[in-house]
């Protein structure tokens, strides 16, 4: 595994024209998601979901694979606890995986979203890595931690509590500066911030902020 990455693919919104596999990453397409890993022309090592959102034509082609490899489809009941993309995930934390590019987890029905959302905090509060990818945007999740932000950073970012408060926030290198302030869920004072050609610095002492990065050209990495 080395420092593979665990890329998840997701049935949301996509933009993305390639996602770049490298040979110690995972790829988990997440029910519906694998119609987007056959445009991209990626072999997913697992397919996952109660496959409510696959294409037709596709299920063929799902059983085919399901007879040559039967531990590469994984199959979940309709009714259950965990949704498809928070059971790709604990496939991933399974597997050894510390980082988690999830894609396809966005737009469609806002409830979906929200989920995915709390994957990430899942994903943090089990010491791992997430970010919610697409072409023009990144979504993460930071707790008790600073984060740093490369001076070519062009676009905006903004930032929530994720809980009642998130206490000890301090933004640096922004055009808009907190220092040491307590930023609550009922107050979006960390909407639409911007990048301003300086390294930019986002900490939270305690508690878990969401942070929403977009980019005004071409993606870029924090």
């Keep these: ?44 090592d697992f397919l996952i979901g109660d496959m ?30 965990d949704t498809d993309a928070l059971a790709a995930i604990k496939l991933g934390i399974e597997k050894g995986y510390e980082t988690f590019l999830i894609y396809g987890a966005m737009g469609g029905r806002l409830e979906h979203t929200i989920a995915n ?33 490369a001076k070519s950073m062009d676009g905006y970012l903004s930032l929530f509590a994720l809980g009642k408060e998130a206490k000890g926030v301090t933004i640096k290198g922004m055009k808009y500066l907190l220092d040491q302030i307590t930023v609550t869920n ?6 639409s911030n911007e990048f301003i050609g300086e390294e930019g610095e986002i900490t939270v002492e305690e508690g878990m902020l969401l942070l929403i990065v977009t980019w005004n050209e071409e993606e870029q990495e924090a």
């Design 186 to 191: 009922d107050y979006p004072i960390g909407i």
């Design 52 to 81: 409510d959102s696959i294409d037709e034509s596709m299920k063929e082609e799902i059983e085919e694979i399901k007879s040559r490899n039967p531990g590469k489809v994984i199959e979940l009941n309709t009714e259950k606890d």
């Design 1 to 44: 595994m080395g420092n593979g990455r665990c890329i998840i693919i997701g049935a949301g919104d996509f933009t993305l024209s390639e996602i770049e596999k490298k040979k110690e990453d995972l790829c988990i397409a997440v029910d519906g998601g694998y119609l987007y890993c056959k445009l991209l022309a990626i072999e997913p």
């Design 117 to 149: 959302i709390q994957c990430l905090s899942y994903l943090k509060n089990n010491g791992k890595k997430g970010y919610m990818m697409d072409a023009n945007v990144m979504v993460t999740v930071i707790k008790d931690e600073s984060v740093k932000f």
